[in-house]
């Protein structure tokens, strides 16, 4: 009986020594103004394993905190309009990286085009309405052309159609 309960004791001391995870904690801010950066991305990936992937992103005031194994990795933090910051680290105890700074990224864009085109069927409250200004068929034809494409209108032979 003794023997099984120090058999206990070994396995129950040396079991989080094999399940050992660290903290890692931050706050992602920008550098311009000093601002929490919420919803940005923080990668950490094995150095030895690249399989090996964890990720969060930041709260609404900026900071994150994970929870690793001890290893190396890198660390890579972005969101949109900054620039990614990447650098490694060695994670053997609880780690708190403080304010992880990121620089804007702003480009000007160049010439910007909206078109749009309008559907060839609206549905309006009493009525539909068909747009043939895009249709190939109506550029050089006639109305009896453009009405034989229209659905629900059935045109004959002599060029009449009947009212609904």
Same mark, same amino acid.
């Not at 070994?10 to 000093?34: E, H, N, W, Y």
């Not at 309405?129 to 895009?134: A, L, P, R, W």
């Given at each position: ?15 989080? &020594? %094999? ?6 904690? #931050?706050? $992602? ?6 601002? +929490? ?9 094995? @150095? ?21 194994? +001890? ?10 309009? %900054?620039? @990614?910051?990447? @650098?490694?680290? &060695? ?6 990286? #403080? ?6 990224? $702003? ?8 078109? *749009? ?9 009493? !009525? ?5 200004? !895009?249709?190939?068929?109506?550029? *050089? ?8 494409? $229209? +659905? ?5 032979? @002599? ?6």
């Amino acid at each position: 009986m003794k023997q099984l309960s120090v058999l206990l004791w070994c396995l129950i001391t040396t079991l989080p &020594a %094999f399940s050992q995870s660290f903290t890692l904690q #931050g706050r $992602v801010m920008s550098k311009a103004d000093k601002s +929490p950066i919420p919803g940005a991305s923080i990668l950490l990936q094995a @150095r030895t394993d690249t399989t090996r992937k964890f990720q969060t992103a930041s709260g609404p005031d900026g900071h994150f905190r994970l929870m690793l194994p +001890p290893g190396e990795y890198t660390l890579q933090t972005g969101s949109f309009n %900054f620039t @990614r910051q990447s @650098r490694t680290l &060695a994670i053997t105890a609880d780690l708190d990286l #403080g304010n992880v700074m990121l620089t804007e990224d $702003v480009r000007q864009l160049g010439t910007v085009e909206v078109q *749009g085109e309008r559907s060839t069927i609206e549905l309006k409250t009493d !009525k539909k309405v068909f747009n043939v200004g !895009k249709d190939i068929l109506s550029k *050089g034809g006639n109305a009896n052309d453009v009405l034989n494409n $229209v +659905p629900a209108v059935n045109v004959d032979i @002599r060029g009449t159609f009947p009212a609904r």
